[in-house]
């Protein structure tokens, strides 16, 4: 029943310092995707890849990076934290059959701080 | 651009109906996405409309109406529980999802 699982939950880094976010996810999707979601603002897309190996800029990928090196896993990474990139992240999986519903199913989100 | 406009915060009484309006100009359509988040945790979906017309979900219902790019979620019978934000999403004409601030709804006794 894990679903989509994200690790951290919780992060508090110094500005330029580095990080990795991962994304699990246990139901054999191909498309994954990392958002980040703001105060009064809508979530938008950093990354997302469309199936193991590759990945694609959303858009807001400035200063993150992706790797899908393996199908169930989708990482995110800070190369230097900056205070803007303070956020809630999500990381999201779906079937990528647009023809039904496209529903996405989110993990339960990575609140960093960057100070 | 692409837009999607819906009230930033509305509130309702436990037992009453509550509409909440989405509004959106995109380039293209595939499809209308309600979810629904809870405060702290991850957003859920709720429906999807790609024709136009009323989809009905137990107490929760979405219209849609592609020549006037409006759609609204109908929640009947509110509970407490439905206390959350309500986010709206467009699938663009390259398959990209455009989200809505969401709404927030707070149900009162």
């Known amino acids: 029943n894990a679903g989509v699982t994200q690790t951290p939950k919780f992060r508090v880094l110094k500005t330029g310092q580095s990080m990795t976010l991962l994304c699990a996810q246990d139901m054999n999707h191909e498309y994954m995707y990392w958002y980040r979601q703001d105060p009064g603002m809508g979530l938008r897309l950093i990354h997302y890849?469309?199936?193991?190996?590759?990945?694609a800029k959303g858009e807001v990928p400035d200063g993150y990076n992706v790797s899908r090196l393996k199908k169930q896993n989708f990482l995110l990474g800070l190369e230097s934290a900056a205070p803007s990139q303070t956020s809630v992240y999500f990381c999201a999986s779906s079937s990528g059959d647009y023809a039904n519903t496209g529903e996405l199913f989110f993990g339960e989100g990575s609140r960093l701080t960057v100070l | 651009g692409q837009n999607i406009d819906q009230p930033t915060e509305m509130t309702a009484t436990e037992g009453a109906i509550v509409q909440i309006n989405c509004t959106y100009q995109?380039?293209?359509?595939?499809?209308l996405f309600w979810y629904q988040q809870h405060a702290g945790e991850a957003p859920t979906f709720l429906s999807y409309n790609v024709l136009d017309g009323l989809e009905e979900k137990g107490r929760f219902s979405s219209f849609l109406s592609r020549s006037k790019g409006y759609s609204y979620l109908l929640l009947k019978e509110l509970q407490m529980k439905d206390s959350a934000s309500y986010l709206c999403a467009v699938m663009d004409s390259n398959y990209q999802l455009i989200w809505g601030a969401g709404t927030k709804l707070i149900i009162k006794p």
């Open positions: 890849s469309v199936g193991e190996g590759t990945t």
């Open positions: 995109t380039s293209g359509f595939n499809g």
